[in-house]
Structures are given as C-alpha cells and as structure tokens.
C-alpha cells in the first residue's frame, strides 16, 4: 500500500502538469485559429523564406 | 460571341471574348495579379490552392484601395512598431493564408503578419512610417482580397473572453473529473475486493482536495447565472445544477469527515465536465455565427471623402462627420451620411430607405440619407444632421420600442427549469420528512437520502437537452450560408404561423430587368450607350445584351438619360421626357414599370420597361409555404401597381404598399397582440423595427447593417430558400430538444424512487448521469443526419473544399 504514497502524487503532478500547459497555451493564443492551425502543418516552409533567396529557389518548381 | 472560353487564370471566373486580357484573363485586374505572382515567384499558389464557391471570386478591384484611411485604427508601441488589425475578404482555402502571409512578409518592414483562418482576420506588425501600411498591403489588393480595417475592442470582445472563461474552465474540470474518477473507480473496486477503511478514507481526502477548488473555480459560470436568475426572482437550469453540485459535494464533504463509505465528489465534478462541454460548444456555435455576419457587415462599411475648405480631400469614419462638413460622394458610392446635395445632379437609389425601386432624381438642395447610393454622378453634400439626429437614429429608437416584447421570451430551458426546480426540491424536501418522522431514521440519515434525490435528479442531461441539439442545428445552418445570431431564435421560429416578406431585396432581387422582346438592333444600339452608365436600368440594358462594345462619344445627363451624336442628328436614351415622347404617346400599356426610351432622328422612339425581377426561387418557395399552412403577407414602401403585381404573381393575397417603417411595424405589432407569432423577412432599413417587433427575423446578407444587426437570422446568397431550411432545421432542432426532455424525464421517473428509498450509491449515480447525458447527446447527433425529406426548395449544404489541392 505504500507505493500507493508514492503514484498518487506522480499521478497528480502530471495531471497538473497537462492542466498548466493547456491554459499556458490558451493564453498564448493557440486556440485561436483552429483551423488555419491545422493546415498550416501543409505549408512547405521552403516557401516562407526571407526575401532574397527565396527568388532563385522558385524557378525551378513553378 | 460571349461563349465561355476557359476559366480565369488567376480567379477562375468565365473568360469571354469581350475581356481586355483575353484568352488567359478575364481582365486586367488578373492579368496583373498573375504577373506580380510569377515575378515573386510564388505561382506554386496557383496549384495547391482549391476554390470556395461560396467566397467572392478573387477579381481584383479597379479602385477599391483608396476607400479606407488605414492609419486611423492602426496603433503604434513604444518601440515604434505599429500594428493593424485587418479582415480579409476573399480567403478562400489555406493556400489563401499562405500567399498573404508571404507576400507580406516579403517587405522588410513587416515583422509579423499573421491570418486567422476560422475568423478571416489578419494581424500585421510593422516599422518604420505609419503611412507605409498602404504600400505594404498593396500587393495583397492587387491579388484580388479585399482588407478592411477594423477595431478588436469594438467587436465582440465579449463573446471571445466568455468562451475562453468556460473554456479554462472546461480544462480544470476535466483534470479534476479525470483524477477523481481514478480515485472513486478504485473506491468502488474496494467494496468488492475489501478495501481497507484507511485507505478508503484516504481516497475520499485526497478527492476532497482535488474537486472541491476544481469545482469552486469551473462551476463559477453556473454560480453566477444562477445567482442573477434568483436575484430577479427567476428560476433557470442553473439553480437546480448549482445547488445540486453543491449540495453533493457539501454532503460528500460531511460523509468524509465521519469516514462513511460513500462520497460523491465524481459525481459532482463529472456533472460540470459534461455541462461545461455543453456550454462551451454551444458559446463556440453562435461566436461563429456571430463573427461570420460581423464580416459580412465590415465588408459593406466604407469610409466617407471630406473635402476640407482648402480643396483637400480625407478619408473619415461616417461617425466622426460634423454638420456643416461637405462630403463627395462618387458615382456607383454609397452615401455614409445625412445631408443636403450642394453640387451635381444624379439618380439616387433609395430602395434600401423606401422600398421604391426605382433611383430618384437628386439635385441641389434635394436631402439623402446614409444608406442611399448615388448612382450616376458624382454628388457634393453638406452634411445636416448627425448622430440623435440622423434617420437611422430615428429608426434606431422605432427599433428600441419594437424589441421590448421579444426580450420578454423565455427559452425553452428555462421554461421546463421553472417548472422542474419546485417539484425536484419539494421531493427531496417530502424525502428527508418521510424517513425522518415517518421512517424512523435519525435526522443525518434522512438528510442523506434527502441529498442523494437531489444529486439524482440534477439535470445533467437535461442541461445538455437544448445546447447540444442547438450546436448542431447552428452549426447545420452556417454551413448552408445561414447565420442564426440570437439563442432563441430557433425556439421562436418553430412558432410561427405567418411570415412577412418585404419586397424590394427580399422576394425581389432589387435588380431591375428588361421585360419583353424588344427589336434586335434597337437593343445592340441601346444597350452599347447604356455601358457607358452605372444606372441600374442601363445596366439592365447591357445585362440584356450581352456583350455589347460600348459606344463612344456618349455623354450622360443624370436623371434625365444619356445622349450620342449619330450619323442623321443626336439619338438619346433616356426619360419619356428626354426623348422628347408625349406624355400620351400611345404605348401598349400591359406592361407597366420603370422604362426607358430611345429616340433617333426620324424614326419612332422605342420603349424598353424594366421589371424588379424576383429571386429565382421566390415563386418555389412562397408555394412550399403556403401548402404548410403559413399565412403570407407582403408588406412594402414601394407604389401600389408595383406591390399588386408582385402580389398577384406569387399569390400573395395579403399586401400593403406604401408601408412607413413605423407602419410596418405597427402592423407586425397589432398582429402580435391578436396572438399571431409571424416571421418578418426583410433587407430595408425601413424594415428595421419590423424585423425587431417580429417573433423572428431573417434578412439577407446583403441588407442594409442596422437590418442585419435587428434579424435574428442572416442568410447569404440568392436564394429564398434559405426561409424554408432555416424553419425545418428548427422544427427538427425543437423536435429533438423535445425527445430529449422526454429521455431525461424518463431517466428521472426510474431512479427518483430508487433515491427516495436510499438505495443510490455513488456508482450507481456516476452511471445513471453519465449514461443519460451520452443518450442525449447522441439523440442530437440525429440532426447531422441527412436532411433528404426536405422539399428541395432548401439551400444544399455547399460543398466544403477545405482540403489542399494536390501539390
């Protein structure tokens, strides 16, 4: 019965743990936009690169 | 000659053959834009985006970019970083989102740019000057979107920090429930197994700790709207599930000090887990609605031209404007205030005011309203009142007297809590008296089962009756293009027995369109002069046509017609007046309407009569409802011959013409007192106070704002049908929130004397409740199901075309 002292706490904690990282990431405004959210993944990033290089890598795929 | 050739390269619309960029483009606007694409090098756009029929096609504007003074809501920190909260019009899938943010973030001076997509704004951060901002989001102009400038703080704030409240509290309530549940499972394990009274105790602590702060904070939405019910004498579904979660964690609190065997903390906090889940769905449902028809009115708002005694011309919000300031407004612009015409002379149109069809002639010292277009000419106006003053105020105050009736509904959950509370708490209250005096039993015992009646019956699934059938039948209508704004609206409209429409915008199109067959070449001549002109009736003229090239050499005298030298002398089209045809020239007059004549040297002149045509299903529709047994009226400010033949077309035998917004109201209201619960369909802003004093309201999305704003409902598109699906989904809704009172009911009618009795344990709780909350809740899945026994008149769900393309 003692491990029982000892996972409940663990069990606890990291109940808590997911309980503070989703109201951590509701406030930082990541359910904000769910959908863009989820098609955003889709985006190639090698398309979003800063102005400059970015010219000379398209011409070749468009 | 207009056969369609392919479609656009850039917005996919028709090419014609009559197009400036043709075969690729349908115009230059396009050509640009693909242009700009392919020196950027970002055609990649091109392949993996994918169209939404149901957004505006990508066309860019010729002269849109002028319209907003950007710099007005921008806001600017103390690092000297500016930033500006935008919509954006024209998104129609992620690839949208995309090409945006980069095109954006391709000037150095952006530092952030982000787009959300569920509510269609962007966020954009910047350096350097703040008048930049026009240069920075040119390039997204010319693609074909339209930004508008908006405020964050002026719009439904509200809204968004409620539903991120029950949202945070959802989370802690689903921690709390999930551990506790842990700890109750293996309590109810123990009583089989021979679980250690310590240890038992222990676990009753240690769910003490977790549900009694979980429950304090993320039943706080539930206190408070109990807590404002009864302090306005009222009872809603929130008393009963506020005293109930109390009640039960008050008593498991109580049964754990004196280390008795059962505690009902899961119960408790598993009961606002299910309710939050509920409520936060149903918050999410109408802040969508909500935002959408926010959108759609940022969209029709425009920014008035000041120009200053210097000769300098501003771009000012039409709230800021003073009397005495004078205001251009352009052909084909709509006019942002009230006010008199100093200079020009031009048509106005004003049936978005009067109903009337037809534009009015204006000319100095001729009074307009906000609300109006001008359609032919420029006009400069010196602005009369503003604020109190305005008509749109004055109809604002109409609008204020009608809606005193309406707030006085009360939903239906409401209605049965009121009903259900008293019966509730008097059974418990019979139940701790019977076994106290009668049963024998000591007082804390018969409170206890006095207790478990209350837990048992607290309306878990009759809270989620109404909001999950309700996220579904919303959610259900924004997909077709409806947007049910108001919580009560589909309770109120499977009330109605007769349903009102307006005419001009609602059954008609409030486009006019050329009646008959007129000679072949009169209407290619005709019609090449009418392109040369924004008035509705020549854009009839050319609709009618076809293409036509437009003719050159025209010259337009508003509200009379338009002139052009030809070959033999001048040919004019125009007024009867302006073609010089006698007031009783002989014309073959079973047709009557708007018209317009054509007048060349020595030949007779030719008439051409324009009709308001009605929207294509009107006919369809009026039908389908008339066979289900609703009473139609038609009440508008147009002219009697124009109502009567509407009327009689669609079969209408009840109409008014010439209605004032005060009238149509008052006649809404006078059927209200003699006990008719009627619809009111209307786009006006005469319509306004009707749409307010009705039982319920739609208008359509491309009504005037404050009609929009008074409607309960909003609906997008051409289609009347929208009527018809808004009133099955509702009956549908009404019927399944009706079942599922019936389910819960029946739920309550097994386990109450089981409670009464004292034979509830916790887990016999923990499975009644979740059990009926998961059969409601799947009864309301129902309304997902096809809708296929509607009459077809309904709007089919568009096609949803969220998926990237195959890149």
Same mark, same amino acid.
């Given at each position: 019965?003692?491990?029982?002292?000892?996972?409940?706490?663990?069990?606890?904690?990291?109940?808590?743990?997911?309980?503070?990282?989703?109201?951590?990431?509701?406030?930082?405004?990541?359910?904000?936009?769910?959908?863009?959210?989820?098609?955003?993944?889709?985006?190639?990033?090698?398309?979003?690169?800063?102005?400059?290089?970015?010219?000379?890598?398209?011409?070749?795929?468009? | 000659?207009?056969?369609?050739?392919?479609?656009?390269? =850039?917005?996919?619309?028709?090419?014609?053959?009559?197009?400036?960029? !043709?075969?690729?483009?349908?115009?230059?606007?396009?050509?640009?834009?693909?242009?700009?694409?392919?020196?950027?090098?970002?055609?990649?756009?091109?392949?993996?985006?994918?169209?939404?029929?149901?957004?505006?096609?990508?066309?860019?504007?010729?002269?849109?970019?002028?319209?907003?003074?950007?710099?007005?809501?921008?806001?600017?920190?103390?690092?000297?970083? =500016?930033?500006?909260?935008?919509?954006?019009?024209?998104?129609?899938?992620?690839?949208?989102?995309? $090409?945006?943010?980069?095109?954006?973030?391709?000037?150095?001076?952006?530092?952030?740019?982000?787009?959300?997509?569920?509510?269609?704004?962007?966020?954009?951060?910047? @350096?350097?000057?703040?008048?930049?901002?026009?240069?920075? +989001?040119?390039?997204?102009?010319?693609?074909?979107?339209?930004?508008?400038?908006?405020?964050?703080?002026?719009?439904?704030?509200?809204?968004?920090?409620?539903?991120?409240?029950?949202?945070?509290?959802?989370?802690?309530?689903?921690?709390?429930?999930?551990?506790?549940?842990?700890?109750?499972?293996?309590?109810?394990?123990?009583?089989?197994?021979?679980?250690?009274?310590?240890?038992?105790?222990?676990?009753?602590?240690?769910?003490?700790?977790? !549900?009694?702060?979980?429950?304090?904070?993320?039943?706080?939405?539930?206190?408070?709207?109990?807590?404002?019910?009864?302090?306005?004498?009222?009872?809603?579904?929130?008393?009963?599930?506020?005293?109930?979660?109390?009640?039960?964690?008050?008593?498991?609190?109580?049964?754990?000090?004196?280390?008795?065997? =059962?505690?009902?903390?899961?119960?408790?906090?598993?009961?606002?887990?299910?309710?939050?889940?509920?409520?936060?769905?149903?918050?999410?449902?109408?802040?969508?609605?909500?935002?959408?028809?926010?959108?759609?009115?940022?969209?029709?708002?425009?920014?008035?031209?000041?120009?200053?005694?210097?000769?300098?011309?501003?771009?000012?919000?039409?709230?800021?404007?003073?009397?005495?300031?004078?205001?251009?407004?352009?052909?084909?612009?709509?006019?942002? +205030?009230?006010?008199?015409?100093?200079?020009?002379?031009?048509?106005?149109?004003?049936?978005?005011?009067?109903?009337?069809?037809?534009?009015?002639?204006?000319?100095?010292?001729?009074?307009?309203?906000?609300?109006?277009?001008?359609?032919?000419?420029?006009?400069?106006?010196?602005?009369?009142?503003?604020?109190?003053?305005?008509?749109?105020?004055?109809?604002?105050?109409?609008?204020?007297?009608?809606?005193?009736?309406?707030?006085?509904?009360?939903?239906?959950?409401?209605?049965?809590?009121?009903?259900?509370?008293?019966?509730?708490?008097?059974?418990?209250?019979?139940?701790? +008296?019977?076994?106290?005096?009668?049963?024998?039993?000591?007082?804390?015992?018969?409170?206890?089962?006095?207790?478990?009646?209350?837990?048992?019956?607290?309306?878990?699934?009759?809270?989620?009756?109404?909001?999950?059938?309700?996220?579904?039948?919303?959610?259900?209508?924004?997909?077709?293009?409806?947007?049910?704004?108001?919580?009560?609206?589909?309770?109120?409209?499977?009330?109605?027995?007769?349903?009102?429409?307006?005419?001009?915008?609602?059954?008609?199109?409030?486009?006019?369109?050329?009646?008959?067959?007129?000679?072949?070449?009169?209407?290619?001549?005709?019609?090449?002069?009418?392109?040369?002109?924004?008035?509705?009736?020549?854009?009839?003229?050319?609709?009618?046509?076809?293409?036509?090239?437009?003719?050159?050499?025209?010259?337009?005298?508003?509200? $009379?017609?338009?002139?052009?030298?030809?070959?033999?002398?001048?040919?004019?089209?125009?007024?009867?007046?302006?073609?010089?045809?006698?007031?009783?020239?002989?014309?073959?007059?079973?047709?009557?309407?708007?018209?317009?004549?054509?007048?060349?040297?020595?030949?007779?002149?030719?008439?051409?009569?324009?009709?308001?045509?009605?929207?294509?299903?009107?006919?369809?529709?009026?039908?389908?409802?008339?066979?289900?047994?609703?009473?139609?009226?038609?009440?508008?400010?147009?002219?009697?011959?124009?109502?009567?033949?509407?009327?009689?077309?669609?079969?209408?035998?009840?109409?008014?013409?010439?209605?004032?917004?005060?009238?149509?109201?008052?006649?809404?209201?006078?059927?209200?007192?003699?006990?008719?619960?009627?619809?009111?369909?209307?786009?006006?802003?005469?319509?306004?106070?009707?749409?307010?004093?009705?039982?319920?309201?739609?208008?359509?999305?491309?009504?005037?704002?404050?009609?929009?704003? !008074?409607?309960?409902?909003?609906?997008?598109?051409?289609?009347?049908?929208?009527?018809?699906?808004?009133?099955?989904?509702?009956?549908?809704?009404?019927?399944?929130?009706? @079942?599922?009172?019936?389910?819960?009911?029946?739920?309550?009618?097994?386990?109450?004397?089981?409670?009464?009795?004292?034979?509830?344990?916790?887990?016999?709780?923990?499975?009644?409740?979740?059990?009926?909350?998961?059969?409601?809740?799947?009864?309301?899945?129902?309304? =997902?199901?096809?809708?296929?026994?509607?009459?077809?008149?309904?709007?089919?769900?568009?096609?949803?075309?969220?998926?990237?393309?195959?890149?």
């Amino acid at each position: 019965m003692s491990n029982l002292l000892l996972l409940i706490p663990i069990a606890l904690f990291l109940g808590l743990l997911g309980l503070g990282a989703f109201l951590w990431s509701l406030r930082s405004g990541q359910f904000d936009d769910m959908e863009g959210a989820a098609n955003r993944i889709l985006f190639d990033d090698d398309d979003v690169t800063p102005p400059g290089n970015s010219k000379k890598f398209h011409q070749g795929d468009s | 000659m207009n056969v369609a050739l392919q479609p656009c390269r =850039h917005c996919g619309e028709p090419v014609t053959a009559m197009s400036p960029a !043709a075969p690729d483009f349908c115009c230059a606007g396009c050509a640009g834009a693909f242009e700009l694409l392919g020196e950027m090098g970002l055609t990649s756009y091109y392949n993996r985006r994918a169209f939404d029929p149901k957004v505006r096609a990508l066309r860019p504007d010729e002269d849109e970019i002028a319209s907003f003074d950007f710099t007005e809501l921008a806001s600017t920190d103390t690092d000297g970083h =500016h930033h500006l909260n935008l919509m954006v019009d024209g998104i129609h899938c992620a690839a949208c989102v995309w $090409l945006i943010e980069t095109l954006l973030q391709r000037n150095s001076a952006v530092l952030q740019a982000r787009v959300n997509m569920t509510t269609r704004r962007l966020r954009l951060s910047w @350096q350097g000057d703040i008048s930049d901002i026009e240069d920075i +989001i040119r390039p997204v102009m010319q693609m074909g979107y339209r930004l508008i400038p908006f405020d964050p703080a002026a719009l439904e704030q509200a809204t968004t920090s409620r539903n991120k409240e029950l949202l945070r509290c959802l989370a802690v309530a689903g921690f709390a429930a999930g551990n506790v549940m842990l700890l109750s499972v293996s309590v109810w394990a123990g009583y089989f197994q021979g679980m250690g009274g310590a240890t038992r105790d222990l676990f009753h602590w240690i769910s003490a700790l977790i !549900a009694l702060p979980a429950a304090a904070y993320a039943g706080l939405p539930f206190y408070r709207s109990a807590l404002g019910a009864i302090r306005n004498r009222r009872v809603n579904m929130d008393v009963p599930i506020s005293l109930g979660v109390i009640l039960a964690l008050g008593m498991s609190l109580a049964q754990t000090i004196r280390g008795e065997p =059962h505690a009902y903390f899961d119960s408790a906090i598993t009961l606002l887990f299910f309710l939050l889940i509920g409520r936060y769905l149903d918050g999410r449902a109408r802040g969508q609605a909500r935002s959408a028809a926010e959108h759609l009115l940022s969209l029709n708002a425009r920014s008035i031209t000041v120009i200053e005694p210097d000769g300098t011309r501003r771009l000012i919000a039409p709230q800021k404007a003073t009397p005495g300031m004078i205001v251009l407004a352009a052909a084909g612009e709509r006019i942002g +205030i009230d006010g008199k015409v100093i200079d020009g002379q031009s048509d106005v149109d004003t049936s978005i005011i009067t109903g009337e069809s037809i534009p009015v002639l204006t000319r100095p010292g001729t009074t307009v309203f906000a609300g109006t277009t001008n359609i032919s000419a420029p006009l400069r106006i010196e602005v009369t009142a503003t604020g109190g003053n305005t008509l749109l105020s004055e109809i604002v105050r109409l609008m204020e007297n009608a809606e005193q009736g309406r707030a006085k509904y009360v939903a239906i959950a409401d209605r049965v809590a009121k009903a259900y509370a008293p019966v509730v708490h008097t059974l418990s209250l019979a139940t701790f +008296i019977g076994w106290w005096l009668i049963g024998g039993i000591g007082w804390q015992d018969a409170l206890m089962n006095a207790i478990a009646v209350l837990i048992i019956t607290c309306p878990c699934a009759l809270a989620l009756a109404v909001p999950v059938v309700q996220v579904i039948a919303t959610g259900r209508l924004l997909r077709a293009g409806i947007l049910v704004k108001s919580a009560t609206a589909l309770e109120r409209l499977t009330k109605i027995t007769g349903i009102i429409f307006d005419k001009t915008g609602t059954l008609t199109t409030g486009k006019p369109e050329l009646v008959g067959q007129p000679q072949q070449d009169k209407l290619m001549l005709a019609a090449g002069m009418a392109a040369n002109s924004n008035h509705p009736l020549s854009r009839a003229l050319v609709r009618a046509a076809g293409n036509v090239p437009p003719q050159t050499n025209v010259t337009e005298q508003a509200g $009379l017609g338009l002139m052009m030298q030809g070959p033999a002398g001048p040919i004019r089209l125009g007024s009867r007046a302006f073609c010089d045809v006698a007031e009783n020239a002989d014309v073959p007059s079973d047709i009557t309407g708007p018209e317009l004549w054509l007048s060349e040297p020595g030949i007779a002149p030719t008439r051409f009569v324009f009709r308001d045509t009605m929207r294509s299903d009107a006919p369809e529709v009026i039908d389908t409802l008339r066979t289900r047994g609703f009473e139609m009226t038609l009440l508008s400010g147009d002219r009697e011959s124009t109502v009567r033949q509407l009327a009689e077309t669609l079969g209408i035998t009840n109409w008014m013409a010439r209605m004032s917004p005060t009238e149509k109201a008052n006649h809404i209201q006078a059927r209200a007192d003699r006990g008719n619960h009627d619809l009111m369909v209307g786009d006006g802003i005469n319509d306004a106070p009707a749409l307010a004093a009705a039982h319920a309201s739609m208008s359509p999305a491309t009504a005037a704002e404050i009609s929009q704003n !008074a409607a309960d409902i909003v609906f997008q598109g051409d289609r009347l049908g929208a009527v018809i699906e808004a009133i099955d989904v509702a009956r549908k809704a009404d019927r399944l929130v009706r @079942q599922n009172f019936a389910l819960s009911f029946a739920y309550n009618v097994i386990t109450i004397p089981l409670a009464v009795s004292g034979f509830v344990t916790p887990l016999f709780a923990a499975i009644a409740m979740s059990s009926s909350s998961l059969i409601v809740i799947a009864n309301a899945l129902r309304l =997902h199901a096809k809708s296929g026994k509607s009459d077809g008149v309904g709007i089919k769900p568009a096609t949803t075309l969220s998926q990237q393309a195959g890149i």
